[in-house]
């Protein structure tokens, strides 16, 4: 047995090693929020109800449903989003 045999297996197992590092790296890593597009669509949407809400208030309409319907929407989107 030579010292290049030796040195082929030994920089074989190092690659293995790499790889091995690699996809465990990649297992632990969080996975992505699929679609923060979306998430963030939620809260504009919120927005705009509660602004409607709001101009409905200032006229002396009823509006606490539509003003809580609006917050929800915004609490919901930005909790999907995570606060990002």
Known sequence: ???DDQGERMEA???RRR???KRRREEERPPMPS????NWLVVIVGAVILGIGWY???QGYFSS?????GFAF???GLMMSGGD
């Open 19 to 21: 790889k091995r590092k």
């Open 65 to 69: 449903l539509i003003l809580g319907v």
């Open 74 to 76: 915004v609490l919901c």
């Open 35 to 38: 679609e923060p597009f979306c």
């Open 1 to 3: 047995m030579s010292s």
């Open 56 to 58: 409905f208030a200032t």
């Open 13 to 15: 197992e190092q690659k």
